[in-house]
């Protein structure tokens, strides 16, 4: 019976040539290659920009929250949004959500900055570099 994990043994040299696998690239985190030298300093300063990302959450319940909101997404950070006081299925209270959600999206096209509903419940804004 022949193992699967038995080495080959034979001393003779093959003619096949070898195939060498390459990895896709991760980035920062991708093993080192002879092809391509990264400068650590560049990538120590991604790091720490890295870490300089918080994700705040706040109760939104009128105009006056959205000031602080564009802050947050100004310093580059992500922000949920209770949005449950505000779409509790009253016209008027809907209305203002929606009012608050255009000033959101109007102060923060410069950043080109994301909006997205979680549930009915919730709500995120993120800045562009992060992907849905």
Do not use: W
Not at 43 to 48: H, S, V
Not at 104 to 119: D, F, K, P
Not at 123 to 128: L, R, T
């Amino acid at each position: 019976m022949r193992s699967l994990f038995r080495r080959n043994r034979s001393t003779e040299s093959s003619e096949e040539p070898t195939i060498q696998r390459t990895l896709p690239s991760l980035g920062l985190f991708s093993p080192a290659s002879e092809s391509k030298q990264s400068d650590p300093t560049y990538d120590i300063k991604r790091l720490a920009e890295l870490e300089q990302i918080f994700i705040r959450t706040r109760k939104l319940e009128s105009l006056a929250d959205v000031p602080e909101i564009v802050s947050e997404i100004k310093s580059g950070n992500i922000v949920l949004l209770d949005i449950s006081r505000l779409n509790d299925g009253n016209d008027q209270s809907h209305l203002e959500l929606r009012r608050i959600i255009e000033r959101i999206r109007g102060e923060t096209r410069g950043y080109q900055a994301e909006i997205a509903l979680v549930n009915d419940g919730c709500m995120i804004v993120a800045p562009s570099f992060v992907s849905f």
